[in-house]
Every structure is written in C-alpha cells, then in structure tokens.
C-alpha cells in the first residue's frame, strides 16, 4: 500500500483511529498525523499500520 492509499484509508476510519492505533502498537496521534500528511510513517510503522488495517478488515469479513 502506497502512503496515498494508508492516508486516504486512515481518514476514511478517523472514527476508527484509536483502535487501529492499538493495534499496530503506535500512538493515535501518530495515525492522525499520517492521514493529515503531517509525517511520513518509515516502513516498519506503515507495515504495521497496513497489518492493523488488514486484520480489522478480515475481522469485518468473517462477521458478515
């Protein structure tokens, strides 16, 4: 996932930021500033940011 696509998928699930932000292990204020373009995540935060986002959505998929 390209960083247009992480920002745009994060400020699409702002609700969601906490959450996301437990679990890839980082600060809600650094989710919030990755989809505002105010910092730019190295690989290791964005992959687990992208894991994070990936297990919430396989979570939603098997509810459904």
């Known amino acids: 996932m390209n960083l247009e696509t992480l ?3 994060l400020l699409a699930r702002r609700s969601k930021w906490h959450e996301i932000a437990a679990r890839a292990g980082v600060h809600h204020k650094t989710i919030q500033r990755i989809a505002d373009g105010r910092n730019i995540p190295n690989m290791a935060t964005a992959e687990r940011i992208e894991g994070a ?3 919430k959505r396989s979570a939603e998929t098997e509810q459904a």
């Open 7 to 9: 920002k745009s998928v």
């Open 53 to 55: 986002l990936r297990r």
